[in-house]
């Protein structure tokens, strides 16, 4: 924490342009406004570079004492331009809108709909904080630049050539004077752009920091009070709020010396201006003081297109990995999805659909399953799971127990097709899972999973999660089988009663029974249960044991154990080590058998020694 | 307004010598800034274009000050350098102004993130039970990024755009009251237009905002949900959610644009009508011959100088009220009482402690709701070991947390070593007391930090030697970086039965007088558990040990067992004696048993 090393190489990088390209194709739907910021861009700058040349015209008219035709003209086209600019400025912030929300709400919807399909491994090693910043603030700081990108990019060149051409053109001298000046902008603005943005890269990075001490405070505050650490963690604050500030300061000093450079450029633009333009007007050699006037504006006005084309350039290298995050993640193909052949077999079942069909055309019912010869590692020289077979007949319940580790969890997850198989197969009524539809098969499955999770809203909608149209009787059934209607009752609002966040509101015990309920209304076909009720009480434990054993006796289970109650009543249990079946056999026959399931049975009774 | 003005000028008088000199600095830096188009003002009027009733005196004092008609004439490079000269040293004073506020701004900010550091690292463990972490954080966070961009970019743009506008004023009054006028007839519009706009559309802002955090809840709770989600293959049913708040974001987000769109136009035109105003009186006084052409360019200079800066001042007054909405936020956590306040206590010397605890009528309740506990008594003697058990909600966490004084009892009182527990200083007691908790809480560094974290000075040998008694060593060295992993966020994932036994290696190192583990084996595997309790048996009579668990075969080897339930202690006694009376503890020990409750703990450290 307290050492700050934050990565400023990449600072220094190019832009990627492939990477742009590809993003820019989200944007594509959106062509029509992209055109409209980049014509705007274009119409803005004659607009701006036209109004200082009006003025200039103005004057001389007036000095020459022309006609007043010439001078209503000039004026009244002076007028219809700055109301022009207006329109167009409306026009393109419509415009933008339209390229940045569109995209902003494509790249999120695209991103979200792989995010349903990614494997579980991408999300065991993806942190969900930083998973949802890509959908939000990476989102957001890639589309929201692009409108601006077009706009400030064909303004800023034209305004640079059409004002450039057009001096060079009234007065190739003065013009090539007043010139000067673009160079040193370009310079200057480019190497403080640079610096501006690896200082603010470096407070961004700080400022996460920053957000992380605040949390460890906050989050960890009974760890840090019973281990009196509370001097040493303001100590180690301090240092990061002190880099915060270094930081700040540095990017403030930069931003302070970089400004003013840049009005003294603007500054030296008019001065070489006054001096060249009036020894020519000392001269009389052809230029009018309208002219001059002119050219003094436009050295100001230099300094804008420069500072916004180096701006929208330090955009761009700020959001590239923005950028390169979403694309990954766009680009990354999931792992464990439908098959070609199953995607066509879907299309044709949808347009001539059977009764009793599944959505792949397949049978719709599971009866029967079976691994053959299943390995499963997720480094080839550790496997977790080795030659595994098990063949479970209809309505079997199978309990699985042994010790941590040893590999139960990864089977249950390998049913629910959560990992694949690395070698082998499991079949569904004889058909590898894998020529199946994946969203049948899960759809078919009750998994209850030992940490549950809840959706922010209320409890009846938790447990109709798997069948929103569910009536309020079939939830109170449900939750009456797992003994959770009292204690719902007894919530403020109820079977209405929000949750909070991830089910925070209620204890583990309670999320658990819900989870649980939830299962049930979902009336699956196969139910699997990992540890699914450890965290309920002793006593209401006790109490649901038999609505749960009503439940799985109609269809097959495989219940990681965790009562005795359970792993009794269930026709076969699998004493798993080591990735492998070391015993089976029903309760009785594997008590008598002496092995492994005694000793675990001892043990437990055996009290201290 | 007023009053809001008032309590963010009170934030900036905390460094009021700085922002004086900034200020300072920014009206020099603008007067140099309006001094500059002065010079072509002079040169074109006095010298390329003298008019028919020659220079007027404010005319002919600027030219003698750049050294006479003739002189300039001669030398009109000298013209170029002076408004060089002038716009560097403006330059020079802009810098001082931005590096100055900025110094400012930061010192106020540095303390003020430091000051709430250390008031939610000092405030009672209640607040934070009653505050949700999310909105802590984002008081400390983007509420003081508020105040500090309010402080250091908006304070110094409206301070800004006044003395752009203020100190050319007696310039301009000086070549022409008329033209003046002229130019700064529009502004009082302008800006109140963008007071006013900003005002009414600020529905539509937070509107955007709403949505957003409706968007990111959305994706959070997917995200943290997956699992259920493909368990129950909700994916089109979510995917269709998100759709529609993803589509609501969107709509709300184009109408802010399209709002937007009409401001920043219908400002342009007003701000450019103040120019066309300007520039067309400025055309009619030269046609009349009341006006120079230098002076014309001095106006029209003029006014884009300062027509932007008062046009963000609209848009910024407007937004004076979130610096303010964000300021009170932050004073509602520094307003917090600490935990020591008014506070010095007895200190206790750890070597002589014996560890005996008494409870003496404890009664304590959480605010208004009925009392978690009921007049609770019971004695430890020194040395000892005992348990709390009882069903969830019966009051055994909340003894851990009056015993650490992480909440006060509303009545009775508690004594260590006979000593009652206000009498001593809070941080000598805890330091003398260590818990575990069910779910530890790590820091994200490595796990050699983590186990030293409540002795920094601990050697190498200790640590190892703790890691061992928690049987946790073995997966330490596990890991490919050993010690020197780090976890978190950052670091490994490490499952439930680790945090717990590191944990526990932590208190351990400490060598503490009380040792408290709150349910802190629940997700250690019996085998393990029965190794851990071993090693502390071992250690028996070097410290007072308090075990609350569930599992009853953690606490039967305690001398003595509380039974607790609704608050109050229904039962004591040892476990043999406990097991023979019918009661809570017996029908327990029978249905765990009966149940087999041990296999939750072989199988309890559940591997991804």
């Known amino acids: 924490m307290t050492q700050l090393s934050p990565h400023v190489e990449d600072v220094l990088g190019s832009v990627d342009r492939g990477l742009w390209r590809r993003i820019a194709g989200h944007g594509y739907p959106y062509k029509k406004s992209a055109l409209s910021m980049i014509g705007s861009g274009i119409l803005l700058a004659v607009i701006e570079s036209l109004l200082p040349l009006i003025t200039g015209y103005l004057i001389d008219a007036i000095i020459g004492k022309a006609d007043t035709s010439q001078i209503t003209w000039l004026a009244v086209s002076y007028v219809g331009l700055s109301i022009g600019f207006c329109i167009l400025v409306w026009w393109f912030i419509v415009a933008a809108g339209r390229l940045a929300t569109g995209m902003a709400h494509d790249i999120r919807r695209a991103s979200f709909v792989r995010l349903q399909e990614l494997e579980f491994s991408y999300f065991d090693t993806q942190p969900a904080g930083w998973l949802v910043s890509r959908l939000t603030s990476d989102c957001r700081k890639v589309a929201s630049l692009m409108p601006w990108l077009l706009l400030d990019l064909s303004w800023g060149i034209t305004f640079l050539v059409v004002v450039s051409v057009g001096m060079l053109i009234i007065n190739w001298l003065l013009g090539l004077c007043v010139l000067v000046v673009v160079p040193l902008l370009v310079l200057v603005t480019f190497i403080f752009e640079r610096k501006l943005l690896r200082s603010s890269r470096l407070m961004r990075k700080t400022n996460s920091e920053l957000t992380a001490v605040y949390n460890e405070g906050i989050s960890g505050v009974r760890t840090s009070k019973s281990l009196t650490r509370e001097v040493e963690n303001i100590d180690e604050f301090q240092s990061v709020s002190q880099a915060m500030r270094d930081y700040t300061m540095l990017n403030a000093v930069q931003t302070s010396i970089f400004l003013p450079i840049v009005t003294s450029i603007g500054g030296m633009g008019v001065g070489i201006a006054l001096w060249v333009g009036g020894i020519k007007i000392e001269q009389d050699a052809g230029l009018s003081i309208g002219m001059l006037i002119a050219f003094m504006q436009y050295a100001v006005l230099f300094a804008m297109p420069v500072r916004e084309l180096a701006a929208r350039l330090s955009d761009l290298k700020g959001a590239q990995a923005a950028g390169e995050r979403i694309q990954g993640l766009l680009e990354r193909e999931?792992?464990?999805?439908?098959?070609?052949?199953?995607?066509?077999?879907?299309?044709?079942?949808?347009?001539?659909?059977?009764?009793?069909?599944?959505?792949?055309?397949?049978?719709?019912?599971?009866?029967?399953?079976?691994?053959?010869?299943?390995?499963?590692?997720?480094?080839?020289?550790?496997?977790?799971?080795?030659?595994?077979?098990?063949?479970?007949?209809?309505?079997?319940?199978?309990?699985?127990?042994?010790?941590?580790?040893?590999?139960?969890?990864?089977?249950?997850?390998?049913?629910?097709?959560?990992?694949?198989?690395?070698?082998?197969?499991?079949?569904?009524?004889?058909?590898?899972?894998?020529?199946?539809?994946?969203?049948?098969?899960?759809?078919?499955?009750?998994?209850?999973?030992?940490?549950?999770?809840?959706?922010?809203?209320?409890?009846?909608?938790?447990?109709?999660?798997?069948?929103?149209?569910?009536?309020?009787?079939?939830?109170?059934t449900a939750a009456r089988t797992v003994e959770a209607h009292d204690f719902i009752t007894q919530l403020p609002d109820g079977y209405d009663s929000d949750v909070g966040e991830g089910g925070g509101r209620l204890s583990v015990g309670q999320r658990q029974l819900i989870a649980l309920a939830r299962a049930i209304l979902a009336d699956p076909q196969v139910f699997i249960m990992d540890e699914a009720t450890s965290s309920v009480d002793t006593e209401t434990e006790h109490h649901i044991q038999r609505g749960i054993e009503a439940v799985l006796s109609r269809r097959i289970a495989v219940v990681i154990a965790h009562r005795l109650s359970t792993v009794r009543s269930a026709d076969r249990i699998l004493v798993i080590d080591g990735g492998e079946i070391i015993e089976q056999g029903s309760h009785q026959a594997l008590l008598e058998a002496g092995g492994a399931y005694q000793a675990l049975y001892r043990r437990h009774f055996a009290g201290p020694e | 307004m007023k009053t809001q003005a008032a309590s963010i000028t009170r934030v900036m008088m905390r460094e009021p010598r700085i922002y004086g000199a900034a200020i300072g600095a920014m009206v020099i830096s603008s007067l140099l800034l309006y001094l500059a188009p002065l010079v072509p003002l002079v040169v074109i009027d006095g010298v390329l274009r003298p008019s028919e009733q020659g220079p007027t005196t404010f005319e002919l004092f600027l030219l003698s000050l750049m050294g006479g008609v003739d002189f300039i004439s001669a030398n009109l490079w000298w013209a170029c350098v002076v408004i060089l000269l002038l716009t560097a040293f403006a330059g020079l004073f802009a810098y001082f102004r931005g590096v100055l506020a900025a110094n400012a701004t930061e010192r106020i900010v540095q303390k003020m993130r430091d000051d709430l550091y250390q008031r939610l690292q000092r405030a009672p463990v209640g607040f934070i039970d009653r505050s949700e972490t999310g909105d802590l954080i984002q008081r400390c966070t983007s509420d003081v990024d508020t105040v500090r961009i309010f402080l250091s970019a908006q304070v110094v743009e409206i301070a800004r755009a006044v003395a752009m506008l203020i100190v050319p004023l007696p310039i301009m009054l000086m070549i022409s009251p008329i033209m003046t006028l002229a130019s700064v007839l529009l502004l009082p519009p302008i800006v109140l237009f963008a007071v006013f706009y900003f005002k009414r559309i600020r529905s539509a802002f937070i509107d955007v905002e709403e949505a957003e955090a409706a968007l990111t809840s959305t994706v959070q709770e997917n995200v943290t949900g997956i699992r259920v989600v493909r368990a129950f293959a909700q994916q089109d049913q979510e995917t269709e959610g998100f759709d529609v708040r993803n589509g609501t974001h969107r709509d709300l987000d184009n109408y802010l644009y399209r709002v937007l769109a009409w401001f920043w136009s219908t400002s342009d035109l007003m701000c450019m009508s103040q120019k066309i105003i300007a520039v067309g009186t400025g055309m009619v006084l030269l046609s009349m011959g009341r006006l120079e052409v230098g002076a014309l360019f001095f106006f029209i200079t003029a006014v884009s100088m300062f027509v932007w800066?008062?046009?963000?001042?609209?848009?910024?007054?407007?937004?004076?009220?979130?610096?303010?909405?964000?300021?009170?936020?932050?004073?509602?956590?520094?307003?917090?009482?600490?935990?020591?306040?008014?506070?010095?206590?007895?200190?206790?010397?750890?070597?002589?402690?014996?560890?005996?605890?008494?409870?003496?009528?404890?009664?304590?309740?959480?605010?208004?709701?009925?009392?978690?506990?009921?007049?609770?008594?019971?004695?430890?003697?020194?040395?000892?070991?005992?348990a709390l058990v009882g069903p969830s909600g019966c009051g055994k966490s909340t003894i851990i947390n009056l015993l650490m004084r992480f909440y006060e009892p509303d009545e009775g009182q508690i004594l260590l070593d006979g000593m009652a527990l206000n009498d001593i200083d809070r941080l000598s007691l805890r330091s003398n007391l260590s818990i575990v908790l069910q779910e530890p809480f790590l820091y994200s560094r490595s796990l050699r930090d983590n186990l030293a974290m409540g002795r920094s000075n601990a050697e190498e040998v200790e640590i190892v030697e703790a890691a061992n008694v928690a049987a946790i060593h073995d997966a330490i060295v596990g890991f490919d970086e050993g010690y020197s992993t780090v976890v978190g966020e950052r670091g490994v994932t490490l499952s439930g039965g680790q945090r717990q036994r590191l944990a526990i290696a932590r208190a351990l190192l400490r060598d503490p007088a009380v040792l408290v583990l709150d349910d802190a084996l629940s997700a250690v595997d019996t085998k393990t558990e029965r190794a851990i309790l071993a090693a502390l048996q071992q250690r028996h009579h070097r410290h007072t040990t308090i075990i609350v668990a569930h599992r009853l075969t953690t606490v039967m080897q305690a001398d003595e067992v509380l039974v607790l339930d609704q608050g109050r202690i229904i039962d004591r006694g040892t476990h043999a004696e406990l097991l023979e009376r019918e009661g809570l503890y017996q029908r327990l020990w029978k249905i765990q048993n009966e149940g087999m409750d041990a296999m939750t703990g072989l199988s309890g450290e559940v591997a991804p």
């Open chain 2, 309 to 386: 800066p008062i046009r963000q001042m609209g848009r910024i007054l407007a937004e004076l009220g979130k610096a303010q909405v964000a300021l009170g936020r932050i004073n509602y956590v520094l307003g917090q009482p600490e935990e020591t306040d008014g506070e010095s206590g007895a200190t206790l010397d750890g070597s002589v402690l014996s560890g005996a605890i008494s409870f003496q009528n404890v009664t304590f309740a959480h605010e208004e709701s009925a009392p978690v506990l009921h007049e609770v008594s019971f004695d430890i003697a020194g040395g000892s070991t005992i």
């Open chain 1, 334 to 476: 999931p792992e464990i999805q439908d098959s070609d052949e199953v995607r066509s077999r879907i299309d044709a079942a949808t347009k001539g659909k059977r009764s009793g069909a599944a959505v792949d055309g397949g049978d719709h019912r599971i009866e029967t399953i079976e691994f053959r010869d299943v390995s499963f590692w997720y480094k080839p020289e550790e496997p977790v799971i080795q030659h595994f077979d098990l063949s479970i007949r209809p309505a079997e319940t199978i309990a699985l127990v042994g010790p941590t580790g040893g590999g139960k969890t990864t089977i249950a997850s390998l049913l629910c097709r959560f990992y694949e198989p690395c070698a082998g197969g499991i079949f569904m009524n004889g058909v590898e899972y894998r020529k199946r539809s994946l969203h049948w098969l899960q759809s078919s499955l009750g998994i209850v999973l030992q940490q549950p999770h809840l959706f922010s809203g209320s409890v009846a909608r938790n447990i109709a999660y798997a069948q929103p149209s569910a009536t309020i009787e079939q939830i109170e």
